[in-house]
């Protein structure tokens, strides 16, 4: 489909900087010299119960895209598809409370948006941020020797369905919610203070998927040290049990085409290909930055950890240690 589009006179001007040709979070416009917008919408249906953390979770997740560029959002739109015969405006007014307190807390202005009668409850926002054109941090440009550093824990879609199917713990459901309303803002700040070669947030495409698509060409691969990924608590446990969501088992099946898994087990394998929602990112730094790096995420409270390193190029585009 994109390249149909690739094809057309509306994806091509000289002032877009990033676009729909491009594997990146967010489109780039360039308006001067000086400044650029970055835009991005996303939206999905509940994967909680609680009506006002799934529009805490949708804000958050919108608001992503924008830091992993190395953006600040600035303005919101929401996007909202209601049942309206079946869900009371009571409950959507939850969502749009949530979603509001967390646009609050990032300093981003909601300025409307637009709604539909539709059978699936859904809920996102269009997101626009500002970002320096020689400042914009994209998913492709790590190096080989980079270190990779993750800023959130993986496992939020194996929770969410365990969530759906009424067999998750208490515990995991509040330590998943927790994670995934959390904003990406200080970590992308620390990513900008110390400077960085590549950036993205890990969502649907899993930890292994988002990672693909920072190895660019054929020059680089990367190596992930699987007891240093960090898991939400039951991830694992799900995974095992078979608990798992139709994203996740597409993540898999195209990730075992780059990369070696030696011989980790497949719930393993199943964890780091989860799909995730409002994940954190996953930053290419240069080694010796990479002390910098954990001591600005330290002092604004972010938990990072390293995860692996880029390399040359390998047999497999990924090895998982």
């Known amino acids: 489909m994109l390249r149909r589009l690739n094809a057309t006179a509306a994806v091509a001007h000289p002032d877009l900087l990033v676009g729909v040709g491009d594997v990146d979070d967010a489109g780039v416009y360039r308006l001067t010299d000086d400044v650029a917008l970055v835009q991005t919408v996303d939206f999905f249906t509940p994967i909680v119960d609680d009506a006002g953390d799934w529009g805490r979770i949708a804000a958050a997740n919108a608001l992503s895209d924008v830091y992993a560029m190395g953006g600040t959002p600035l303005t919101a739109l929401s996007i909202v598809a209601w049942p309206r015969e079946r869900l009371s405006f009571d409950l959507l007014g939850d969502v749009l409370d949530g979603g509001a307190e967390v646009l609050a807390k990032a300093g981003c202005t909601l300025i409307g948006g637009h709604s539909i009668d539709d059978a699936e409850p859904k809920y996102g926002l269009a997101v626009t941020g500002l970002v320096h054109p020689d400042r914009i941090v994209r998913s ?148 010796d930055r990479v002390a910098a790096l954990l001591a600005a995420m330290e002092d604004r409270q972010v938990t990072a950890a390293v995860v692996g390193e880029v390399t040359g190029r390998a047999a497999s585009r990924i090895t998982v240690v």
């Open 140 to 287: 492709r440009g790590a190096r080989p020797g980079d270190v990779l550093v993750l800023t959130k824990p993986i496992g939020t879609g194996l929770v969410s369905t365990a969530i759906k199917r009424d067999v998750c713990r208490p515990e995991w459901e509040e330590a998943a919610v927790r994670s995934m309303v959390a904003l990406n803002a200080d970590a992308a700040a620390a990513a900008r203070e110390v400077g960085v070669h590549a950036a993205t947030d890990v969502t649907g495409f899993g930890l292994l998927g988002h990672l693909l698509e920072m190895l660019t060409g054929d020059v680089i691969s990367a190596r992930v040290e699987y007891a240093a990924v960090p898991l939400l608590p039951g991830a694992r446990d799900l995974a095992a049990e078979g608990v798992v969501p139709g994203g996740t088992h597409r993540n898999l099946d195209a990730a075992r085409r780059d990369t070696d898994f030696g011989s980790l087990e497949r719930a393993d394998q199943i964890v780091l290909a989860d799909a995730q929602t409002s994940g954190g990112l996953l930053v290419a730094v240069a080694p």
